[in-house]
């Protein structure tokens, strides 16, 4: 049997198919895996590490409690970043402000990192899937000049890649550069990543709805209307019949709906106003993804990657997934 081509011959083959493309983006997604792998690793020996479990004493800029493998994914994306010239800032869900890195490069960098390093921490203790987000946009201040809060403050469909890491039964990375998407299995033996996934298309429909149905109360009466039309009926003639899946990991819940057909929602709420996700590093990577993959992302009203942010922590409600369930939302909203 042919043996499946290899996420660096797939960059390569890429690059070659865009004369005049310099392999910046081969070498930002290669830092990214190095920092992928590296987390991997220290996910895969979380509870044989002494001090790498648990939380911290620390909050991030959203008030919420850090765990010790947040901070420390973030430092290694961070520093598999800080001597390479693709990048001139990064912006994470773990710092409170942009990094800039070493002045040679923070000038030079053509591009701009914005990160979520584990989404789903508070799974990390109980062995449940956690990922890496990412989006890469660029820049837009001048080249030499240092980067700029606009670099990072764009409309999420000017991004030029986005995808995800994910730290599951298997490790495998998701991603697209506005060309479909494509998914990569990790080898655990060579630590290579395989193209297991060419072309991603998520169903038009599927079996299944992603939502923290414990704060069903809180949300606004429409989106408790339509999480009602979810649930399977004991009349088998109702149109809609889906199973409930959420694990409370963003990355684990989009992956199992991009792959088998889903939607997720993370809905405005008395406790958050404006949802619990955050538009940079979660939503408009994921939204990404979901587009280049058929699928559809809104806020509930707008769609996703229309949004001009105007904050680097803004939060942002989270529709997102099949095309026909997030139309059937819609639907259920105009009614
Ligand atoms: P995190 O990035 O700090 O882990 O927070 C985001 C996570 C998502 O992965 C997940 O879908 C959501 O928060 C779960 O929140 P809740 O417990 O309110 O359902
Ligand atoms: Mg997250």
Known sequence: ????????????????????????????LSA????????????????????????????????????????????????AFERRQEVCGIASEENEKVVLLEK????SGQYVLLIDPLDGSSNIDVTVSVGTIFSIYRRVSPEGSESVLQDFLQA????????????????????STGNGV???????????????????????????????????HLFP????EYIQTCKIQENKGKKKL??????????????????????????????HPNGKLRLLYECNPLAFLAEQAGGKAIN???????????????RCPLVIGSRKMVEDFEATLDQ
């Open 1 to 28: 049997m042919k043996r499946l081509i290899t996420l660096g011959e797939f960059i390569i083959q890429q690059q070659s198919e865009y004369p005049g493309a310099k392999g910046e983006m081969s070498q930002l």
């Open 32 to 79: 990214l895996l190095v920092a992928g792998k590296m987390i991997n690793h220290q996910v895969q020996r979380a509870g044989l590490n002494e001090g790498v479990l648990g939380a911290t004493e620390a909050e991030n800029v959203q008030g919420e409690t850090q765990q010790k493998l947040d901070i420390l994914s973030n430092n290694i994306i961070i520093e």
């Open 104 to 107: 040679k490069y923070k000038e």
């Open 156 to 175: 999420g469909h000017h991004q030029i890649a986005a995808g995800y890491i994910i730290y599951g039964s298997s490790t495998m990375m998701v991603y």
């Open 182 to 216: 494509n998914g990569f299995t990790m080898d655990p033996g060579t630590g290579v990543f395989f193209l297991t996934h060419p072309n991603l298309k998520i169903p038009e429909t599927g079996p299944y709805y992603s939502v923290n149905e414990g704060k069903m």
């Open 221 to 224: 009466p429409e989106y408790q």
């Open 242 to 271: 889906f199973d409930s899946r959420y694990t409370g990991s963003l990355v684990a819940d989009f992956h199992r709906n991009l792959l088998k057909g889903g939607i997720y929602l993370y809905p405005p709420s008395t406790f």
């Open 300 to 314: 509930g009203k707008e769609r996703i990657l229309d949004l001009v942010p105007t904050e680097l922590h803004q």
